[in-house]
């Protein structure tokens, strides 16, 4: 798909696959590319944010702003808008790739123009109604506005760790290469969470810098809180009826609640209910599937 | 008292050869402490004590106190432009082990005068210790300045018995046994029990006459260590070395060689013991220092034991690197067992270190040392596939497989096989029997081969101790091989077999070579360059070096057509070269450019079968093979063989075998694939389920099917497994 410099995608996406957990609560992205500085690397942000808001799209309506025409104005805009669109009960979801900097005063997000401060960021993401908020700020020195950004109900990671690492990252390659993997679908449930490419993106940054044999220039911070909200899908799921959609789930939530009690639990006990429970969740799924 | 006094007996000697027995106080100190060292150490307090601010300098350096003799020598020699004081503030530096500075002071003695005997005898004793290939020629050059002197003769002495020329060796020592001065005596006569005890001539008169000379004195066993050490004999060396610090329990030096060495015989908690002792005694050693530090570090370490083999692997290799490094080394002796009609004795261990550094520390105490892997009798330390890497031209499992075959020889000959002949059959096993038979034949062979820079067998050992020329080691470790594959062209194993006989019967390699084939070391020499000759004889290295350069321009840009031509020159030239440089992943490359994937694919299998163990042909070859392929079943697991840490050809080589219903070799690529912390758990325990159950392993499936499903309770295919398991 050739990129639409900045366009949004919401009309043309619309008629994509959209498979969302209730009728009612939606998921609104925002994606920025932000000022590359040449001409390669303003490709690589708009390919990285291509990647992206293509994953996010089959989720809900995304706003694209590309690196050629993103600035402090459109920025601000954008996010307005969506805190316009985003109800209370619905998902916000805003990623900003680029080059970041820190003065040790001010952090700065590279844009055409002047460059929007972290100080700005944070007054203007703290418009979001949104009761579920994922913000991603995938550049260099990312880390100096982690602890402004993060909210109760937001979470935050940031390419960075603090403002002195300043050496351009690579979080925002493996964040749009996770969301497109199966593999960083670990709980294989058919879509991929912001805890799942969170976890994607820090094993392959590790590996990348193991690979080259060099120390590691950057390293990712993100909010303790889990982070459910989905940002892909990588299978297209079983439509279920409601009394199965409610029983599996109902069993599932089991599962879970086993789990958390493994440690109390003498391990041949806990793999017998285990087991139980999940031949259940089978017999579920196997009859959802022989089902025209 | 610090173990100086010892290292200055072997030095201060060096300080006034003319002067004559009772000339120099500190010598007459030297020849109290051979006898009584509290005495000695009296004697020295009193020297320190007096008015003579050189003797006074002198003397601290012996009792320790390298900053106030510092002091005393810094204003000495900033007031006086003296040679013997510049030597002697180099030999306070050398005994705190910073020898460039002792280098750079002994240069200024010379730049003062330049007949200082003493300051070219430390320059000497210099290149000595680190293994110099000009020590020899430097040694020579003193003693033809000065015929008579005893230090000069003995330091002779010495490199001559490295060499295995003890007559000559003898020679040289004899008239000085008899010396007046006990303190030529005594070193005279160590040399002397050196010869009888690697000659196995014991007990030695030799040795009983330098420890009745020096009864408090143990500098005369280290001696007799340093030849075991050299001769790899360091079950020997240890027994040696610990009746040595008995004798004198501040000798530090000799508490940290033999910590050292008690590492290189599995006798962990001894070494570190004696290690503690140096360094309380003497905390400027670095090899002591690093090697305590290493051995903290080596308790993340992890044991795997299989019956009389132990491998050692750091925590976060353990799990990856295991079942190959277990196996690869059960295969290896056992192989060599039967090719060699040799059974270790006694429990093999072997170590695998995560980063060089601490490789180079376990093997030498100090961090910058060429070699990859080291074998001492039944230890073997060696780097792991983490500290260097395949890309790196490093193949782990054809070094672990060369240091197996050194137990093999070392054992089989009681540490008495040639340096050359051990390396030359470890080499050649590697391409005959080994995990990737890899033959790889470097362009600095051919280069020394056609250069007339290859030695003969009889002088083969000094291009591993003390090469000439910098690629000199390199250049003999394939001679050595090739020599091997030679004897067995044409004699037969037996021939091989033979030659080890001879070194265990005690004979020299000259004779062991001799008597095992039937012909003169010259006659020998003479047909292996024939052999050479005729292998190698043809490759015209310019012309090679210009095609491969060809063939990459080309490829870079573009020109295919181009690149296809000059790599197939370079190639018909030099097929055996398939290290970093090789050309055959450059024209598999322009074959599949031009459309032609056949050819491509029969290109990079060829790399293959000669050794080639580069990831990036394999890779490619994998992904255009099909999984029915038998060849790219074994060509996957060479590639998680030689890359144990790469995650996808860890996964590729299980999905593969599995496909060929090799499931239980699978399950070990998939346990392996799990070790390495993948983000994706959930598929993999299901594809080691799978395994499992291909295996007919029901419960072993089952566990692993509900791992998978643990971590992802809606995994259907996973779940489909469940309820086929518990049907």
Not at chain 2, 184 to 210: C, G, M, N, T, Y
Not at chain 2, 479 to 502: D, N, V
Not at chain 2, 660 to 672: I, L, N, S
């Amino acid at each position: 798909m050739s990129w639409l410099s900045a366009k949004t995608l919401r009309g043309a996406l619309l008629g994509a696959l959209v498979i969302t957990g209730s009728a009612s609560a939606a998921t609104h992205a925002l994606v920025v590319a932000g000022f590359g500085g040449d001409a390669d690397y303003d490709q690589v942000f708009n390919q990285e944010a291509q990647t992206i808001a293509d994953a996010l799209s089959a989720l809900g309506p995304v706003n694209v702003l590309a690196a050629g025409e993103a600035n402090r104005e459109s920025l601000a805009a954008a996010i307005r808008d969506l805190a316009a669109t985003a109800e209370a009960d619905d998902t916000a979801i805003v990623v900003m790739l680029g080059h970041g900097s820190y003065d040790t005063r001010h952090y700065r997000y590279h844009l055409r123009g002047p460059d929007p401060t972290g100080e700005d960021l944070t007054q203007w993401l703290s418009s979001l109604r949104a009761d579920s908020q994922l913000v991603v700020l995938a550049t260099s020195a990312s880390g100096a506005v982690f602890d402004a950004l993060e909210a109760d109900n937001r979470i935050v990671f940031t390419a960075t760790k603090n403002g002195q690492e300043q050496i351009t990252t690579v979080f925002g390659r493996y964040f749009a290469e996770g969301l497109t993997r199966d593999e960083a679908d670990t709980d294989k449930n058919g879509a991929i969470s912001a805890d799942e490419a969170f976890a994607y993106v820090e094993r392959a940054i590790e590996a990348h810098f193991e690979a080259d044999r060099r120390l590691a220039s950057e390293h990712a911070l993100r909010s303790e809180a889990e982070a459910p909200m989905r940002l892909a899908r990588v299978a297209t799921t079983t439509e279920y009826d409601t009394p199965t959609r409610t029983a599996l789930e109902a069993v599932e939530d089991e599962v879970v609640a086993l789990r958390a009690s493994k440690s109390s639990m003498p391990p041949g006990e806990y793999l017998e209910k285990l087991q139980a429970l999940l031949i259940e969740i089978a017999i579920l799924e196997a009859e959802a599937e022989a089902q025209p | 008292m610090r173990d100086w006094i010892n290292r200055i007996v072997w030095v201060a000697v060096l300080a006034t050869p003319a002067m004559g027995v009772g000339a120099d106080p500190i010598e007459d100190c030297e020849r109290v402490a051979l006898e009584d060292a509290d005495a000695g150490n009296d004697c020295y307090l009193r020297l320190a004590d007096g008015t003579d601010e050189l003797v006074r300098a002198r003397a601290l350096t012996v009792l320790g106190d390298a900053r106030l003799a510092n002091g005393i020598f810094r204003a000495i020699n900033e007031s006086s432009a003296s040679a013997d004081a510049r030597f002697f503030w180099g030999e306070l530096y050398q005994q705190i082990h910073q020898v460039r500075d002792a280098e750079r002071l002994y240069q200024e003695a010379l730049g003062l005068d330049p007949d200082h005997i003493n300051a070219r005898l430390g320059l000497a004793r210099i290149a000595i210790d680190r293994f110099e290939g000009r020590a020899r020629q430097l040694s020579a050059e003193i003693l033809s300045l000065s015929p008579d002197n005893a230090d000069a003769l003995l330091m002779n002495a010495f490199l001559d018995i490295e060499a295995g020329r003890t007559d000559a060796a003898r020679e040289l020592i004899e008239p000085i046994a008899d010396a007046e001065d006990p303190l030529d005596r005594v070193r005279a006569l160590a040399l002397l029990a050196a010869i009888d005890h690697l000659a196995d001539d014991l007990p030695s008169e030799h040795e009983a006459a330098a420890l009745a000379t020096a009864p408090a004195n143990g500098q005369a066993l280290v001696d007799i260590g340093h030849f075991y050490i050299i001769t790899r004999r360091y079950e020997e060396a240890v027994a040696v070395f610990e009746q040595a610090v008995s004798i004198q329990p501040k000798l530090y030096s000799a508490h940290a060689v033999l910590g050292l060495n008690l590492l290189r015989v599995d006798r962990f908690d001894d070494a570190r013991r004696h290690l503690e002792i140096a360094y309380d005694g003497d905390p400027y050693n670095a090899e002591v220092v690093n090697t305590l530090r290493l051995l903290d570090a080596m308790e993340d370490y992890e044991r795997v034991t299989d019956g009389d083999l132990t491998v050692w692997l750091h925590a976060d290799e353990h799990g990856p690197l295991k079942t190959q490094a277990v196996s690869l080394a059960r295969r290896a002796l056992d192989e060599f067992a039967e090719r060699y009609d040799y059974q270790t004795e006694g429990h093999v261990l072997i170590e695998l270190h995560p980063t060089h550094e601490d490789f180079a520390v376990r093997t030498s105490g100090l961090p910058g040392i060429g070699i990859l892997g080291a074998a001492f009798g039944n230890v073997v330390v060696m780097d792991s596939p983490r500290a260097r890497t395949i890309e790196e031209g490093f193949d782990w499992s054809s070094a672990l497989w060369h240091e197996a075959a050194h137990i093999i020889t070392l054992g089989a000959t009681d540490n008495r096989v040639s340096r050359w002949f051990s390396e030359g059959v470890s080499v050649f096993e590697e391409w005959r029997t080994g995990p990737t038979q890899r033959r790889s034949i470097p362009v600095n062979f051919i280069d020394a081969l056609q250069n007339d820079l290859l030695l003969g067998v009889a002088r083969l050992d000094e291009g591993f101790i003390r090469p000439q020329y910098p690629d000199q080691i390199g250049v003999s470790y394939t001679q050595a091989g090739l020599i091997c594959e030679f004897i067995e062209a044409e004699f037969g194993l037996a021939g091989l077999q033979r030659i080890l006989a001879g070194y265990r019967e005690g004979l020299d390699n000259v004779r062991a070579f001799e008597s095992a084939l039937e012909v003169t070391i010259d006659d020998f020499d003479e047909r292996f360059l024939g052999y050479l000759e005729e292998r190698f004889g043809s490759i015209d290295l310019d012309a090679w070096r210009g095609a491969a350069e060809a063939a990459f321009t080309a490829a870079r840009e573009g020109d295919w057509a181009g690149a296809q031509v000059a790599a197939e020159a370079a190639i018909a030239n030099y097929p055996d070269f398939i290290e970093n440089g090789h050309t055959y992943t450059v024209l598999a490359e322009a074959h599949a450019a031009l459309g032609d994937v056949d050819r491509a694919q029969a290109v990079r299998k060829k790399f293959w079968r000669k050794g080639g163990r580069d990831p990036a042909p394999l890779a490619a070859y994998l992904e255009n093979a099909s999984d029915d392929e038998i060849e790219a079943v074994e060509i996957a697991r060479s590639l998680a063989l030689v890359a144990p840490f790469d995650l996808a050809a860890r996964i590729r080589a299980g999905e593969l075998l599995a496909h060929h219903d090799r499931h239980r070799e699978a399950q070990d690529e998939f346990r392996a694939a799990l070790a390495l912390d993948p983000v994706d758990r959930a598929s993999l325990y299901l594809e080691l389920a799978r395994a499992e159950h291909g295996a007919g392993e029901t419960e072993g499936a089952l566990a692993s099917t509900l791992a998978a499903l643990e971590i992802a309770p809606r995994f259907r295919p996973a779940l489909e497994l469940l309820l086929e398991l518990n049907q």
